[in-house]
Structures are given as structure tokens and as C-alpha cells.
């Protein structure tokens, strides 16, 4: 037997990756000789040292299923069900072909007597105005008949994981369209091959007061972790589909945006690695801690600890990840920015730590490397061995040097140590553009 490195994990063969063909089928794993048993992808876990999900107890998924909790499944109401049998107790979930959650219309979700026209005519800025919350309204107002029309809409598009458990798209074409699979307060999950299709709210709220201007703010994320441990994410691919934001009306001057994020980690999540995700065409795409407040601060605090390694960001705008009290290792990632709409990519916020070493920029004329940070609040940053456009760049140095009324602090007050290998920042593009996303697995 010899080991076979596979996009930067070993796992054992007998004749390097094409012998995961005796991979679980559902039936048990697959002995090829006394002694010597084969493991697919659906049956990996996390390697040693693979980041922040690797501390601890690791994260195994549901590699010890046992033959009565492995499935495969086709449709949302199958893979609903076998995301509730069995509870806790380990299993893997094999997703073949798209997934559509997506499939009942928006009008079927809403509510007797929701009209989206009234909605508009009444809380127009002209006659609402724009410093009062539409939160209070009454069950029978526009905004409640909104809010009852999106939690049926919530009901059936939310999925949530349980703990032990591996989901894995199988072949090159496998994911979901227009869900959100929610790990909420449960330990040890994989998520791997997948490709996420734009999870689209039907009813977004109108907030007058955020901003100076007002917002429409969405719910549904591709992926969100809320609370959720030990979580690995990988050689994953997470796209607006066919609904980018280029796509989408405006209303009281202001985008109606039906997106939220694309893979958020709230509420005291802690211990994620995300590894060789393609991240593409969208706006806000990751949320590491989600509020300032004093009450969200005592539960994120001393968690959200978040590895990001070997991830595609193309044509995203922002929020690559904006962080809030967690320690984050961000490295190896390419970042492609599509235009002139780029904002930033690592936003610096409450108590975040920071580290982003050994990563490539790709940016258009027109865009200057100072943008790459974002200041939020203060909180040192530590960012070394990073290369923009192929030249190497202090990201600390240009961004105070470009961005004067945010100066930044170097050193983020910590070292990384879960790492494996580490790739030459000038070799990322080259090596995470070819490997990153679903269909790149052994």
C-alpha cells in the first residue's frame, strides 16, 4: 500500500485515487484484501492539523455510519428526510444532480392578502418616512402579511444538518438550488463537492432607517453555521446562479436585494475550516460574527475561530470575510476582483484577529491594493507574505498609505499552528484556480 496526496490531504489507496471506485456505496466500506479497506470521499475526514477544525476532537462527519445511514438522495423532501432519520447517530448524505428548493413560486409561499403593491404604496419614504422601523407593524399590515409570508417561505427552503454528519455531492454536477442549509448548534459536520445556487428571498423587508437612505435586507445564506462546531467545508462552489444582482429591480431607489451571504458563521460558531471553495459573483459573501452588541459579544467571544485556506473569491465585492471577535487564518486564497464595484475583501471589525499571509490578489486598473482592507474598528492585523498582481505587497503599508483616515495596526497577536502545507503565495493563483470547487475531489 502506498499514501496518494490528493489537493493537499492523504488518504490511503491502493493504486493512488482511482482506487476510491471501492468507495461506500451504501452497503458498508469496501475491502479490496484482508487487511486493507479503501475509503471514498464520502468516508474522509478532516486531516490533522487542517486548520481550526482540526483542533480538539477533529471532525469526522458521519464517517462511522453504518450501512442504514448512508443515503442517496435525488429530491429536497428525500434529502429533508434523511437529514431527520436517525437524529444524531452518524450518517452520510450522497446528493446526485441538482437539488431545486427553489421549485414552488414565491406567490405560493405568500400569505392570503399579501400584496407586494401595497407593500411599496405604504411604506414609501414619502409617506412612511425614513426613521421609524417597520418591525412593530401589526399581524394584518403589509409587513406582517410580508413577515407570515416569509416564514412559509423559511419552512421549506431551511435545512437543518444534524450533528455527525457528511453531505457530499456525487460526480461533478451535484448541489442545491435556492436553499439553506442551516448547522445550527450541533458539533462534527462535513460538506463537500456541492454546488450552491443562489438561495433567493421571496420576501425581502424594507428597513428605512439602515442606512441613510434605507435598505431591503434578505434573508437566506447558501450555507449558514449558527452556533455550529467543528464544521469542514470543502471543494465547495457557491454562485448567484441565475439570479446575480445585476438581475434584480430596484425599488425607493435602492437594489431589492434577495441575497444574503454565501457561507455565514454566527452566534459562537467556532472551530471551521473552509478549504478549496470556489466563492463567485456575489456581494456580501461571508459574515464572521454578525453584530457588535454586548450580547453578541458574550457569546462570540473566545469563539469564532476560522480557518480559510486554498479558496477561490472571484468577481465578490466584499465581506471575503468580514470579522468580528474571531481569530481567523486566512491563507493561500486567491482573490480575483471583477470590477470596479469591488469594495474590499478582509473587513476588520470588533476585537477580530486576523491573520492573512501568503495570499494573490488579481485587480483590475482602476482598483487600488489599499481597498483590500477594510477598517470597521480597531483591531491589529497581521498580513504578511501577500502578493498583488504578481508583486509581493505589504497590505498594511499601501492600505495606510491609500486609505489615511483608517490607519491600520500590524500583528495580530497570534501564530497559527494548524496548518499542512503551505503554498507559495506567487503559485496560488495557478494552483487554487485549477483545484478549488465541486468537481475537483479525487
Known amino acids: 500500500m502506498r499514501t496518494q496526496k490528493c489537493h493537499g490531504r492523504v488518504i490511503a489507496a491502493l493504486v493512488g485515487c482511482t482506487a476510491l471506485v471501492l468507495a461506500v456505496t451504501g452497503t458498508g466500506t469496501a475491502s479490496a484484501q484482508p487487511g486493507l ?16 477544525a482540526a483542533d480538539g476532537t477533529g471532525t469526522t462527519g458521519g464517517a462511522a455510519a453504518d450501512s442504514a445511514h448512508v443515503y442517496t438522495v435525488t ?11 436517525g437524529g444524531s447517530a452518524p450518517k452520510i448524505i450522497r446528493v446526485q444532480g441538482t437539488i431545486r428548493a427553489d421549485e414552488p413560486s414565491c406567490a405560493s409561499f405568500a400569505v392570503p392578502g399579501y400584496d407586494f403593491a401595497t407593500y411599496l404604496k405604504t411604506y414609501d419614504p414619502a409617506v412612511w418616512g425614513r426613521t421609524k422601523k417597520l418591525d412593530g407593524e401589526p399581524a394584518d399590515s403589509p409587513e406582517g402579511l410580508r413577515r407570515a ?3 412559509n ?29 442551516v448547522i445550527k448548534g450541533v458539533d462534527n459536520v462535513i460538506v463537500r463537492n456541492l454546488r450552491f445556487q443562489s438561495a433567493l428571498d421571496c420576501f425581502p423587508q424594507w428597513d428605512p432607517t439602515d442606512t441613510a437612505v434605507g435598505n431591503w435586507n434578505s434573508e437566506y445564506d447558501d450555507v449558514t453555521i449558527y452556533g455550529g462546531t467543528h464544521v469542514w467545508m470543502d471543494h465547495n462552489t457557491f ?8 438581475s434584480l429591480p430596484s425599488y425607493y431607489g435602492r437594489i431589492y436585494e434577495q441575497h444574503d451571504g454565501e457561507m455565514d458563521i454566527v452566534k459562537g460558531s467556532d472551530l471551521i475550516t473552509a478549504s478549496w471553495n470556489v466563492f463567485a459573483d456575489h456581494d456580501k459573501t461571508t459574515l464572521i460574527g454578525n453584530s457588535d452588541g454586548a450580547a453578541t459579544a458574550a457569546i462570540d467571544r473566545g469563539h469564532l475561530r476560522v ?3 486554498h479558496n477561490l473569491y472571484t468577481n465578490v465585492l466584499e465581506r471575503a470575510p468580514r470579522v468580528r471577535f474571531g481569530k481567523v487564518d486566512s491563507y493561500d486564497n486567491h482573490f480575483v476582483a471583477g470590477g470596479t464595484d469591488y469594495v474590499y475583501s478582509y473587513g476588520i471589525g470588533m476585537e477580530s484577529q486576523i491573520v492573512a499571509e501568503h495570499n494573490a490578489f488579481t485587480l483590475p486598473d482602476g482598483v487600488q491594493a489599499g481597498t483590500i482592507l477594510k477598517k470597521w474598528k480597531e483591531a491589529p492585523i497581521t498580513a504578511d507574505d501577500n502578493y498583488v498582481n504578481g508583486v509581493p505587497t505589504d497590505l498594511i503599508a499601501v ?11 500590524s500583528g495580530a497577536g497570534w501564530t497559527p499552528t494548524l496548518r499542512t502545507k503551505v503554498d507559495p503565495a506567487q503559485a496560488v493563483p495557478g494552483i487554487v484556480d485549477h483545484r478549488a470547487g465541486a468537481g475537483h475531489l479525487c
Open 37 to 52: 479497506r479503501a475509503f471514498g470521499p464520502d468516508r474522509q475526514v478532516l486531516p490533522a492539523d487542517d486548520g481550526w
Open 149 to 151: 409570508s416569509a416564514a
Open 239 to 246: 454562485t448567484d446562479g441565475d439570479h446575480p444582482d445585476s
Open 307 to 309: 480557518t480559510l485556506h
Open 153 to 181: 417561505q423559511a419552512a421549506y427552503v431551511e435545512a437543518n444538518v444534524p450533528a455527525n454528519t457528511t453531505i457530499i455531492g456525487i460526480g461533478k454536477d451535484a448541489g442545491f438550488q435556492g436553499a439553506n442549509l
Open 399 to 409: 492600505h495606510n498609505a491609500q486609505v489615511p483616515s483608517e490607519i491600520l495596526q
Open 75 to 85: 429530491t429536497w423532501d428525500q434529502f429533508k428526510a434523511a437529514l431527520k432519520d
